[in-house]
């Protein structure tokens, strides 16, 4: 063995206390030296499902900064938005895949004839609108029941709606009638899938079609999937929500959603489906996110 120098010594016994000095420093603080883990790369949405969402769900929210977010998850449409937020969801780059502000409102639809010509006159205003704006369905209403049959009730909405859609179809919009559960909304008569789906034979028009909404049709009669398949023919547009409470549309609720829109593609829809729950997690975009991935499949 050489024997080595004392300049050597002391060169080997620095650089030493100086990489004890730093190891230990590393070691007490935390600190590394080495790169921080990059965040995994999320895989970009299939684009097989067209994906929108309810504002009202997230109504913290200022709508610019809304539609930002929903770019950024990939989002293509933010909906149930009355004329004067149009514009902004446009210059953000998206769309409102369904749109409102005309008519009187849930309770008061085309089952009462009283109320037609103050509905007539409101969606003669807002069709043009809709069209001019380059969106396509808007939202209507059966109303109440108030006491009538099944078959008075398709005979009421029929005569109403088919003073609006000669409109509609020359403005190439589609009237777009909600299916909602007639429990939380007491007495809705537009309630069940092949109630809707009769009255779309009646109307006779390409511009009168459903609003497939999942949960209310899940509370009302279930058989989601088999309904898909037999009635798809009638819907302009389809609504999530977990059930039951509304909440998120993951395991926490009855239904499988990736199942379902499966089922859509398969039938070859080529409508929006828009998120309609009610964020129950802290992080509601984190939330919104997760569902949206639950149904891009």
């Known amino acids: 063995m050489k024997t080595i120098s004392r300049r050597t010594a002391i060169k080997t016994a620095v650089a030493g206390s100086a990489l004890w000095a730093a190891t230990g420093l590393e070691a007490a603080t935390g600190q590394s030296r080495k790169k921080p883990a990059k965040e995994p790369v999320k895989e970009p949405l299939k684009g097989n499902i067209r994906h929108s969402v309810s504002k009202w769900c997230f109504g ?56 037609h010509d103050e509905l007539v006159a409101s969606y003669e205003k807002v069709i043009p609108m809709v069209a001019e704006a380059g969106l396509t369905n808007l939202i209507c209403f059966s109303g109440r029941r108030n006491g009538v049959t099944d078959l008075q009730g398709w005979e009421h909405c029929e005569k109403g709606l088919k003073r609006i859609t000669p409109v509609a179809e020359k403005y190439n919009v589609v009237l777009t009638m909600e299916l909602l559960n007639s429990v939380g909304h007491r007495d809705y008569l537009c309630d069940h899938t092949v109630w809707g789906a009769e009255l779309c034979k009646r109307v006779g028009s390409p511009n009168f079609k459903l609003l497939y909404d999942i949960y209310h049709m899940q509370i009302m009669e279930g058989n989601i999937i088999e309904n898909i398949y037999n009635y798809h023919d009638y819907f302009s547009h389809i609504h999530t929500g977990g059930n039951p409470g509304r909440g998120e549309i993951d395991e926490t609720q009855e239904l499988y959603y990736p199942a379902i829109m499966r089922a859509l593609i398969e039938v070859g829809y080529k409508g929006f489906v828009g998120q309609e729950f009610v964020p129950k997690q802290p992080d509601k975009i984190a939330s919104l996110e997760k569902c949206i991935r639950l149904c891009d499949v």
Request: hydrophobic share 40%; charged share 20%.
């Open 60 to 115: 913290d929210y200022p709508l610019d900064e809304f539609c930002k977010i929903c770019k950024t998850i990939g989002i293509a449409s933010v909906e149930l938005l009355d004329p004067k937020d149009w514009p902004t969801v446009i210059n953000n780059g998206l769309t409102v895949a369904l749109a409102q502000g005309a008519g009187l409102g849930i309770d008061r639809g085309f089952n009462d004839p009283s109320a």
